[in-house]
Nanobody
Framework: QVKVVESGGGLVQGGDSRRLSCAAS????????MGWFRQGPGKEREFVAS????????VYADSVKGRIAISKANARNTVYLQMNSLKPEETAVYYC??????????????????????WGQGTQVTVSS
């Protein structure tokens, strides 16, 4: 059984940093990619960042470029999301997702939630003003 677990959420002050972690277990093969999405109160789920496991290529939402970075851990199927200069409007539940290896990862497809097969339960990040 595949399990995706996020951690690292919590309450932070605006302008502060936070690092989220995500570990996927139970996968029979290495994932081609992992990504982060978020859903704020009253908002739709939106793409944040994604990383291709093989080449390490990354894709970011325009709103987070330069402030948020996704990276791979040495452990298999584990990724981080380093978030800097956080804004109150970025208060959201942050979800980690595992790529559907039947799909082709590239800069457009990586931003679409439909291309991810497994999802975590999410971790809440609250940014105070």
């Amino acid at each position: 059984q595949v399990k995706v677990v996020e951690s690292g959420g919590g309450l932070v002050q605006g302008g502060d940093s936070r690092r989220l972690s995500c570990a996927a277990s139970g996968l029979t093969t290495s994932t081609g990619s992992m990504g982060w999405f978020r859903q704020g109160p009253g908002k739709e789920r939106e793409f944040v960042a994604s990383i291709s496991w093989r080449g390490g290529s990354t894709v970011y939402a325009d709103s987070v470029k330069g402030r948020i970075a996704i990276s791979k851990a040495n452990a298999r199927n584990t990724v981080y999301l380093q978030m800097n200069s956080l804004k109150p409007e970025e208060t959201a539940v942050y979800y980690c997702a595992v790529w559907n290896i039947a799909r082709f990862w590239e800069s457009v497809s990586a931003t679409q939630s439909k291309n991810y097969r497994y999802w975590g339960q999410g971790t809440q990040v609250t940014v105070s003003s």
